[in-house]
């Protein structure tokens, strides 16, 4: 170990540039050294916290008893130790005697990091963990680096990070700050601490994506390494962790096998405690759940053995300090499967009361509190509700439905609190948990409502379909709308969008690196660091931005959706909203608003839906033949049936609004086929579209279309800015040729006929020229190649002029960008398509530009055929001439184009891919000439009055 000493003393100054840079607060005087004892790093190198924290704790007594009051300093390192070893009691003795020592002499920086992270580990064990991880944060960034024990304890506290961000639920950051912990660790050959690491990452690997072979590699290093220090206690975790894995991915035997050994190794440990079983009992209960469901053979044999390993692990949970809320729910769970309700529900209320006090334990109408929110309280009230609902559908007592849905109400609204909490990476994973929820809410409301006809249920269950979907990007409307509120309020948002832009700008580099495989090693490790230094700055900024203005934030949390009637105040006359909700592919819940109605459909969707939604698309054919004729009219005219002949829209209705969900948002409404009946000839344009009935829009959520028809301004726009990179040369991409756009040339010239276009073409068509033409009030035309990323979408892109540095435009830049331009028209393949998000919808470019404040924009749902597009664009721009609103000059343009297109061009696949989501109203311009009138006006009076006067002068 000593040598292991030794190593580390000559990785230090790496360690200290590569953790301490950027991230120091204290003042130059506050910059003191301190190092414990050998011995005690020794065993910190270790990983042996409390056996560090019990010999410091036993030598500082001594010397105390001796008359040395020279520790103060080490009494906060015992109190550190023993909060990191996970002994509270002992580290709150620890800390009061370094307090009591230490009276009102200044601490260094060291001393003021090491007390931030007591504070932060007492407030995980109180279950506040965002407000553990902002501590934490914090304590990083005013540690001094100095020494060997400061970054141990960046170590130390990057690994807490994991902990709390995974008990939060956010993965993605977990798994960064996991990453660090082991980085560190790895470089200090802390054998021990690297393993642990290993197991966590695996854990937090296998929530984000449960096929991800990292999580298997991972435990099996892991399990290597604590099988070479011969660490039992270790060994039987990881198999426990194993068997997780093979339980989530269904293999039920495998992974009791693994439970099994598990246990075995523990009761293999001499003076082994039955209590550290706790975790590996639980599992067992859950394998026997699990295998109830799945396994018809002895299924009251398995619950029954389920329930026996679950109340077995709460026994010795009420002989630890753990909290057993976990334990309360999986019993009241297994009475559930039983049909005993009564006994399930006063289970789960024991639950609520473990995490919320002022809930009562006894009553199953108390509910904990709001501010208590938690992830795990917010899940575990829906629970309670869920098991409400059960016992109306067995006994049919309305007033357990009133209960459930009241309880769920208020673990909804936790739920929307708890948003903020999570990153921008792991709030689909947020979106897709939630929404099991939100639906089960909105069904029981649905059943009041049907049981007592009264319409606050329907209004209810409205809001609910709301409050379901797109939850990010309505995050990001109120982000902007608070931006645009507090503008003046300070320099914090300033500094902000400028480490968001040095951020985007470091990602975008490191994209080009791994492309073109010309950078080493050592420069894309130099990348990641950058961007890992200022990433940390960012979320030490925003942390004291949240602390310091608390108003921004309730701005956009604050909102728990939109009643049905500030929902109606928006829709115009003849216009109505197809609000979809989807889950598991099956349960399919449509409301129909309009200016003076409300109605609902709820029924099952046939089986395989998203199969017929792909062969739909894939349907989507430049050919045309007899066979993709006739298949094209069966899907299409299927779909029309399931998503809207059964709605009945009434006839006065001649604009939709579509708020899609699920696989539902990869379909353009236009294309559907009102009836089967088929032309004599292969003819695409003689089919009956929906398109030719109504004029039709998409919105992404109700706060959306809210806050696009709430703007009453006069929506205007000076002159239009078209972007064509490539009307004279096409590109390579990878393995890939992109070719000329030949037509978007001619898509130009057409636009400038209609109205005062700028022409951007070639090397002039750049990023930096974009950006600036999307602040402005100009519409803003852009032909180009788009590029999907299906497997990183936040990587995909629009290609720009490729003779910079960066002629690419990925999503993630859009995320920090403030859009003013009335209208964005993306003339580029698959611009609405990217990777589906359940609860939050498609992930794609023009998502993108959403989050960024554009509140209308045309995008393609497949890639685009550029000479049928170009047509279509001409004839909207003529249309919006004519002053068509947005809407009905797309429904004519489409028209128009099947109209005088011949046989071989009127397939949907070269009309129907272009879409309009966002705002409809009617745009209108002056071609900068209305602010001519009033100054040419006034000269030309004033001339008039002038020569007036001198002609009468003349006169006399």
Known sequence: MTAKITLYIVLISILITRYGDGLHSASAEQQISYQPSPD??????????????????????????EGNRNSTR????????????????????AYNIYKDSKGVLPESADQLADRALCYAIRLASETKYKSACDTLVNSISIRPMKTMYDSLMVAESFRCLGRYYKKTGDGHESLRFFERSLEINRKMNRDYCTADDLTNMSSVLFTINKKNPLADSSLQEALDIFTRINDLPAISNVYNEMGVLEVGRDSMNQGLLYFLKSLAVKNSIPNYKKSEAITVLNNLGSVYYYKYHNEKPQKVKYIDSSGIYYKRALGYVKETSLNPAPYYINIGINFSVKKDFDRCIDYFQ???????PDCNPNDPDSNPHVNAASPRLADY???KAHAFDKRYREYHDIRDLKKGLETYLISLDMMDTLRYLYSFDSKPLLGKEFKIHFFQALEMALDIYKETADPRYLDQAFQLSGRNKAATLNEFIRLNAARKYFTGSGTWLMKEDSLKIKINDLQSQRIAQDESGEYSESERNLLNQSITRLTDELR????????ENPDFYQMIYSNRGYSLDSIRETLQS???????????DQNLIVFLLTKDTLAYLREKVPPGFPDIVKKFRDGMSYKVSTAIFNNYISIASHLFNVLVAKIRIPDSINKLIILPDEQIGFLPFEALVTDTVKPKISDFSRLNYLNRKYAISYISS?????????NEQKIEFSSIDAYAPFTEYGIRLGQQDLPTLKYSKEEMRL??????TQQIKGKRASEENLLRSLTTRKIVHISTHGVLNLENPVESRLLLNPSRTDGNFYLFEMFSLKIESPLIILNACNTAIGDHQPGEGIMSMARGFQFAGASSLITTLWPIDDRASARISSLFYKNLRKGMDRREALQSAKNNYLDESPMNLSSPFFWASLVLFGDTEKLTTDNGLSKMYLPAGLILLSTLIFGLWLYRKKRR
């Open 40 to 65: 005690i790093i020794k065993l910190l190198l270790e990983g042996k916290r409390p056996e560090a924290a019990r010999n410091l704790n036993n030598r500082l007594l001594t010397e105390s008893r």
């Open 540 to 547: 030490s900024l925003q942390i004291r931005i949240r602390r």
């Open 751 to 756: 636009i400038a006929k209609e109205f005062k």
């Open 74 to 93: 080490d009494w906060l390192s015992c109190a550190v130790f023993w909060y990191l070893g996970d002994s509270t009691g002992l580290a709150q003795q």
């Open 574 to 584: 003849g216009e109505a909203l197809l609000d979809y909700t989807m889950i598991n």
């Open 350 to 356: 024991l639950a609520l009361a473990s995490l919320d």
């Open 381 to 383: 009230t829906s629970y």
């Open 702 to 710: 109700h706060e959306q279309l809210y806050r696009v028809r709430r």
